[in-house]
Structures are given as C-alpha cells and as structure tokens.
C-alpha cells in the first residue's frame, strides 16, 4: 500500500495557538520530515480559503503557493491537493500554474481535482454557487484543457462554460502517466469525489487515480459504478488507482485515543468553534476507519486493501503540534501493510 499525509495549513483548525510568523517553519519542518521517510510517497494540502467546520479568522494558506513553496523545499515526496476547486481558477491559469511547479519540483506534482461544495466559500469570494451540474460540467471541461495544454502545450475548447483559443503550456509539464489515449505525457490526474452519474464518469475518462468514500461498503460500492463507466468507454478499470482520505486518530490504548479526540476539539472551540457544533465533529470522527489502536487500523487498511484501495491520504490533526502520532503509525501500520498496492 502506498501512503501519502496533509501537511497542516490551517483549514482544519490544525495550525490554532501557532504564532502567524510561525506557520511556515511548522509546515516546512512537516514538509521536510516526510521527505525524508522514504515510506511516505506523497504531501498534500486542502484547496480552501475559509476555515472548517465553519469560517473564523484563524489562517487558512493556500493550497498552490504552498505547492510551489514546497516544489522548491523538498526533493523526492509528491506533492498533491486533494482536492483543487476547478472553478476556484481559470483552468488555462491553473494548467500553467501546475506546470510551472512540476518544472520547479523536478516533475513531482499530483493534480487533485474536483467540483468544489463548500459553499459560503464560493460566496465570499464572489464565485456564486453553481448547481452541482454546472459545476461537474466545468470540471469535466476544465479536465480537458488540462489533458491539451499538458500533452500538447496548448488548448482550443468552444465549451458551454470555458472557451480558449489557442493557449500555451511551454515548458509542458516534466513528468505525469500518460492520459488515456495520449502519446505525450502530463501530470498524473487525481479526480475526487463519488458521484455516480457524471463525477465517477469523469473519472473514467480522464482520471489516473480517484478519491472517494473510505468506508468499506461505499468503498466497494463506488468502485463499481467506477468500473462500469470504464466497460462503457472500453478502459480497463485497474489503469485507475484508487485512493481514499483517512483522518487517522491513533492510540497505543483506547486512553490515548480519547485524548488525541479530545485535542481535536480543544483546537475546535479555541479556534472559533462553538462547543456544540465541536462535540458534534468529534462524535463523527470517533466512528470513523482510521480511529483507534495500530492493530484495529491495520486490520481495517488490510480489509481496504482487498477491496482494491491501495493509496492511503492520512491526515493526523495533532501534527503541528505532536508527532508521536505520526511515529506510531509509521512504526506498527506501514511496515505492516509494506509491498501491498
């Protein structure tokens, strides 16, 4: 199995009580430490402005500054967004932009794509807030511009919401799997989220990887209807990696767990959060795959893996802050599951 960690960078309430001038060297060190661990294959981070579970004034950095500020920090891990907003930029910007770091990086950029949902985001920034199939078709626009600029180092579209004429990608990115179809290479192409009618189907025509539902039974579920889409297009299923985000709350004993869920909310209710709406988000990481003892993540992982999920985004919301987490799970889980996927 391969694995990939979010840097913190705000969004989640992770980087609470941290002085502003701070934040980077916190981030850099996280940056650079997984760098280092060759078990880790990939860094991501959160495309979002404001705060989770609701907006507040504490930070929020964003996601491709941080992509190019890490592109130039580190030197093996991958670096990914899981997941990018298409309509956050223009597709034609965003395509240069990622290559523009992939060059930088030395041809180590993950592009995580999706709709977007978060929306008095949207709002606040002045985008509106589309119908959801509006925003699926842009994607599934914006996807394509990528595909051209990044295999041909330019893109002509006549779209229903985006219309280019001739734009240019030079230099084209260094690195990627091949699109499907294509005979030039690009970055490789995270499409996340599991609608069933048209994301799912945006995946199978364009995707390398996919991220969805980590829970077992929806897992499997989606991976179905992902696998029916490539039949009707005539690709075969296993060209697409299969990935899930994991919130990995661990603990040597049930004692330890129940204090890292209690950190989760301390940094909740100091950071904005009213009590309540805090407990609620505990409540509902408490029941989630990744919660508990190295033993019980492993057995589950393990359980994921031969459903066909073989790429495992963790996060661990006491990063900034505590690593013993982190050294835990690298110790007792990833060996465990070393050579799987």
Same mark, same amino acid.
């Given at each position: 199995?391969?694995?990939?960690?979010?840097?913190?960078? +705000?969004?989640?309430?992770?980087?609470?009580?941290?002085?502003?001038?701070?934040?980077?060297?916190?981030?850099?060190?996280?940056?650079?430490?997984?760098?280092?661990?060759?078990?880790?294959?990939?860094?991501?981070?959160?495309?979002?402005?404001?705060?989770?579970?609701?907006?507040?004034?504490?930070?929020?950095?964003?996601?491709?500054?941080?992509?190019?500020?890490?592109?130039?920090?580190?030197?093996?891990?991958? /670096?990914?967004?899981?997941?990018?907003?298409?309509?956050?930029?223009?597709?034609?910007? /965003?395509?240069?932009?990622?290559?523009?770091?992939?060059?930088?990086?030395?041809?180590?950029?993950?592009?995580?794509? +999706?709709?977007?949902?978060?929306? *008095?985001?949207?709002?606040?920034?002045?985008? +509106?807030?589309? $119908?959801?199939?509006?925003?699926?078709?842009? /994607? &599934?626009?914006?996807?394509?511009?990528?595909?051209?600029?990044?295999?041909?180092?330019? =893109?002509?579209?006549?779209?229903? *919401?985006?219309?280019?004429?001739?734009?240019?990608?030079?230099?084209?990115?260094?690195?990627? $799997?091949?699109?499907?179809?294509?005979?030039?290479?690009?970055?490789?192409?995270?499409?996340?989220?599991?609608?069933?009618?048209?994301?799912?189907?945006?995946?199978?025509?364009?995707?390398?990887?996919?991220?969805?539902?980590?829970?077992?039974?929806?897992?499997?579920?989606?991976?179905?209807?992902?696998?029916? *889409?490539?039949?009707?297009?005539? &690709?075969?299923? =296993?060209?697409?990696?299969?990935?899930?985000?994991?919130?990995?709350?661990?603990?040597?004993?049930?004692?330890?767990?129940?204090?890292?869920?209690?950190?989760?909310?301390?940094?909740?209710?100091?950071?904005? %959060?009213?009590?309540?709406?805090?407990?609620? =988000?505990? &409540?509902?990481?408490?029941?989630?795959?990744?919660?508990?003892?190295?033993?019980?993540?492993?057995?589950?992982?393990?359980?994921?893996? +031969?459903?066909?999920? $073989?790429?495992? %985004?963790?996060?661990?919301?006491?990063?900034?802050?505590?690593?013993?987490?982190?050294?835990?799970?690298?110790?007792?889980?990833?060996?465990? /599951?070393?050579?799987?996927?």
């Amino acid at each position: 199995m391969r694995f990939g960690m979010f840097v913190p960078q +705000g969004w989640r309430l992770d980087l609470v009580g941290i002085a502003p001038e701070k934040h980077w060297g916190v981030m850099l060190d996280l940056a650079q430490r997984l760098d280092a661990e060759e078990a880790w294959e990939s860094l991501w981070v959160y495309d979002h402005f404001h705060t989770s579970p609701g907006p507040t004034d504490e930070a929020t950095h964003e996601a491709w500054t941080l992509m190019a500020a890490f592109a130039a920090t580190t030197g093996r891990v991958r /670096l990914g967004q899981m997941c990018t907003c298409i309509s956050y930029r223009e597709p034609t910007y /965003l395509a240069k932009v990622a290559a523009t770091v992939d060059v930088i990086s030395g041809g180590r950029v993950e592009m995580g794509i +999706g709709a977007g949902w978060y929306e *008095h985001e949207w709002r606040a920034y002045g985008y +509106g807030f589309p $119908t959801a199939g509006e925003r699926l078709a842009r /994607l &599934r626009e914006g996807v394509d511009i990528f595909r051209q600029m990044w295999t041909t180092g330019s =893109a002509t579209l006549e779209g229903e *919401h985006y219309r280019v004429d001739g734009a240019l990608c030079h230099p084209r990115p260094l690195q990627g $799997t091949a699109f499907p179809g294509s005979e030039r290479n690009g970055i490789p192409v995270w499409v996340a989220g599991g609608g069933e009618r048209k994301t799912l189907r945006i995946a199978a025509e364009y995707a390398d990887c996919t991220n969805f539902d980590g829970t077992p039974d929806v897992f499997s579920h989606k991976s179905q209807v992902l696998a029916g *889409h490539c039949a009707d297009l005539g &690709r075969d299923p =296993a060209s697409i990696t299969r990935s899930a985000n994991y919130n990995v709350v661990i603990g040597r004993d049930e004692a330890e767990v129940e204090d890292r869920l209690a950190l989760v909310k301390d940094l909740h209710v100091r950071g904005g %959060i009213a009590e309540e709406r805090a407990e609620a =988000a505990v &409540r509902n990481l408490r029941t989630q795959p990744a919660v508990g003892t190295p033993e019980q993540i492993v057995d589950m992982l393990r359980d994921m893996e +031969g459903r066909g999920m $073989t790429y495992a %985004i963790t996060y661990f919301a006491e990063a900034a802050y505590d690593t013993s987490g982190i050294e835990l799970f690298e110790d007792e889980v990833m060996p465990e /599951l070393a050579g799987q996927g």
